[in-house]
Every structure is written in C-alpha cells, then in structure tokens.
T-cell receptor, first 114, second 112 residues
Framework: AQSVSQHNHHVILSEAASLELGCNYSYGGTVNLFWYVQYPGQHLQLLLK??????LVKGIKGFEAEFIKSKFSFNLRKPSVQWSDTAEYFC????????????FGTGTRLQVTL | DVKVTQSSRYLVKRTGEKVFLECVQD?????MFWYRQDPGLGLRLIYF???????EKGDIPEGYSVSREKKERFSLILESASTNQTSMYLC???????????FGPGTRLTVT
C-alpha cells in the first residue's frame, strides 16, 4: 500500500532559523505531491504542490519544496522561519491518473520560539 | 471564494448514539471526502464520493457510512458511536481546476 512518511514529528526552532521538513513516499509510479499547513484553530490550507516540470516549487509565505524522484522525497524548506509559522504541516501524495484521493503523512508539528 | 462548511465545530455524544456530521460546499465540486485527524496519525480517509449517490470506502470505513443525496452535501454517519471514534472529523472537496483539496473547519467529536 502506498504510504507517506514524515519522520520529524515535532520540531522546535528559534525565529530566523532555517527549516527543512522531510517527506518520503513509497509509491513507484508518477505522483503529484502536496504540502498542507494547519495553523492553530484554523482549517488545513494548501502551501504548495508539485505536478510536473521544475522539481523546485515555490508556495505561499516563502515556503518551497524540492521533488527528488530518485529519493522518493518532497522536502519542505524555508530559509528563515517566523513565529507565525508555528503550525502543523502535512505532506500528501496523489497517484497521477487516478481520482482525487490523497494519502497524507502523519504530520509535523512546528513550534517557533521568539 | 471557496467555502466548505461543517454543521458543528464541537459535538458531544453518548456511546451507542447515531451521529450525523454534515458537510456543505458551495463550489459545485463533484468530489468530496471525509477524514478523521488524530494526533500522531495524521489524516486518514474514511469515505469519498465522486458524485451524487456515488461513494467509495477509504482506508478506515469500519463503523461509518455516508450519504450524498445532493451534490453540495456530504454526510458522515456513525451508526453506533463508540469511544474510539472520538476524533476531529474533516470534510474536503476537490477541484480539478486548481488541483487541490479544500478543507472545512472540522468537527471535534467526543463520544462519552
């Protein structure tokens, strides 16, 4: 079965530190990849997505992610985090050519301290 | 602007009760989804629907059923609530235009 792994469960960073959250998937075919964010008390919203083309994708709020097909990875990065980035981050995978069903990772809780 | 609404933000029910969670979207999207979100487990798909009266089981359908009589409304039903169904329930829709899922605010269900 297809699975999505997020190895960092809880990350604590100081403001201005750089961020990298890992995401690996197990499916060998063509995939579409997503990062969603859930701020405290708010609903999930899309940060960025990859469908094809340039493997480095840029999203909202200064986030970016790089798709490395050989490593089955789609890691999320931000050069300098802010306190307002405190949230839970979810990676998700959709198999291309299938319906709109996403498989989500277990999430990474990011806490940014002042 | 995309809007997915869920009938309740918080719900407390007793073991054995039949529970209905409602989700309404105003975007004419065909695909709708129900997930449950639990700490350390992420989002797990319960059921999804491609169109009116069409549904498919997700990864954890046991103890749940769904109903989609109208395109805009997708209901999750807990036939006989149990304490292990205490969770956050999220509804989502999919748009083939921007290729993303849109989520509702969630319903936090507690079964006592």
């Amino acid at each position: 079965a297809q699975s999505v792994s997020q190895h960092n469960h809880h990350v604590i960073l100081s403001e201005a530190a750089s961020l990298e959250l890992g995401c690996n998937y197990s499916y060998g075919g063509t995939v579409n990849l997503f990062w969603y964010v859930q701020y405290p008390g708010q609903h999930l919203q899309l940060l960025l997505k990859y469908f094809s083309g340039d493997p480095l994708v840029k999203g909202i709020k200064g986030f970016e992610a790089e798709f490395i097909k050989s490593k089955f990875s789609f890691n999320l990065r931000k050069p300098s985090v802010q306190w307002s980035d405190t949230a839970e981050y979810f990676c998700a995978v959709k198999r291309a050519g299938t319906a709109s069903k996403l498989t989500f990772g277990t999430g990474t809780r990011l806490q940014v301290t002042l | 602007d995309v809007k997915v609404t869920q009938s309740s933000r918080y719900l407390v029910k007793r073991t054995g009760e039949k529970v209905f969670l409602e989700c309404v979207q105003d975007m004419d999207h065909e695909n709708m989804f129900w997930y449950r979100q639990d700490p350390g487990l992420g989002l797990r798909l319960i059921y999804f629907s491609y169109d009116v009266k069409m549904k498919e089981k997700g990864d954890i359908p046991e103890g749940y059923s769904v109903s989609r009589e109208k395109k805009e409304r997708f209901s999750l039903i807990l036939e006989s609530a149990s304490t292990n169904q205490t969770s956050m329930y999220l509804c989502a829709t999919w748009t083939g235009i921007s290729y993303e899922q849109y989520f509702g605010p969630g319903t936090r269900l507690t079964v006592t």
